[in-house]
């Protein structure tokens, strides 16, 4: 290669490194960050075009907040016994039980809001605004999770309407019919999610919370066994049992207590995880494309936006409905 040439390309890769050779791009063309309305990855934007990811967060909260004011109501009172029998940690029920009032309305907004989450779910992906099920065994595994979530739900309600002082055989038999059929519920939910990804394998938000939601019912089934072995043991009280001293029956009853408050933590993932579930559904909402183009527009000093938004609504729609068949 001559000299010349050699100079050439020389002069070529500088000039292409000079940021003073670049054309400048047009205003209009910059990418600008959208309003936080407009961004679909913060809550506040969900307010507006996807409410429904707020029904498990309530959820959520209002069972993670009635248990730590159960548990902050028996601390204040000095950790005491309710009965002669308890352990040294008492148990969800025997501290549900003194505060029954309270423990109903936590139960009965908990339920409530589990249902409508399950139900906006199941409404969602039939209007495609989640990715939508297109195979048999995913709407039943969808309606599986909703009827037993139900059954579950009244269970929850019951057992703190029953508490386990003056109706005890009652309440435990609706605690039972809880902790199954919530089980069942959650692990029909996580199916269903699980069926989905591979549909739509590109949605890998889909995998995480299968994943997540197995790890969680996992947990809450190991605990609630841990739970009724230890619960069993000494029949759920400090008294001296077969070979067992009153000294030790007071820490295995003990155990089974701090299982089952760990049992009840554990719940508040999984009504959590149903959010993620539910987040796609703030961007496939008709007033945010409307919005959306609303605002594009502007930036371009146009007026004219009701095709556009017509066009983001249908490309949203049809990549929630198409799947890949394995």
């Keep these: 290669m001559s000299s010349t040439t050699q100079s050439t390309v020389r002069t070529g890769y500088m000039n292409r490194d000079d940021s003073s050779e670049r054309p400048a791009l047009p205003t209009t ?3 600008r960050r959208l309003p936080y309305l407009l961004n679909t990855r913060t809550l506040g934007s969900h307010l507006f075009f996807g409410p429904y990811v707020y029904l498990p967060i309530i959820t959520g909260l209002t069972w993670l907040g009635g248990l730590l004011a159960l548990m902050g109501l028996w601390t204040a009172s000095g950790k005491p016994r309710y009965r002669p029998t308890q352990g040294s940690i008492v148990f969800v029920s025997h501290v549900a039980g003194v505060h029954r009032t309270l423990f109903i309305c936590i139960t009965s907004v908990v339920a409530v809001f589990w249902w409508a989450t399950l139900i906006a779910e199941r409404w969602l992906r039939h209007k495609n605004r989640l990715p939508a099920d297109v195979r048999p065994r995913e709407r039943t595994l969808g309606y599986c999770a909703i009827g037993t979530a139900f059954v579950g739900g009244l269970g929850l309600i019951l057992l703190a309407v029953f508490d386990c002082y003056d109706y005890s055989p009652v309440h435990w038999s609706m605690a039972f019919t809880f902790i199954f059929f919530t089980a069942v519920s959650a692990s029909c939910q996580s199916g269903e999610v699980w069926s989905l990804y591979k549909d739509h394998p590109e949605r890998l938000s889909l995998l ?5 939601k197995l790890i969680v019912v996992f947990s809450a089934v190991l605990g609630a066994i841990a739970f009724a072995v230890l619960y069993i043991v000494c029949r759920g009280k400090r008294l001296a049992r077969g070979s067992l001293s009153a ?20 719940l508040v993932f999984y009504f959590l995880s149903l959010a993620g579930d539910l987040w796609g559904s703030g961007k496939s909402s008709p007033r945010y494309h409307r919005r959306l183009a609303q605002w594009e527009a502007k930036q371009r000093g146009s007026t004219h936006w009701e095709s556009r938004a017509k066009e983001l609504h249908e490309k949203t729609i049809g990549r929630n409905r198409d799947a890949v068949i394995v």
Excluded: L
């Design 29 to 31: 063309e910059k990418k």
């Design 208 to 212: 995480r919370s299968s994943f997540f």
């Design 247 to 266: 000294n030790q029956c007071n820490n295995v009853t003990s155990g089974a207590a701090a299982m089952e408050w760990t049992c009840a933590f554990i």
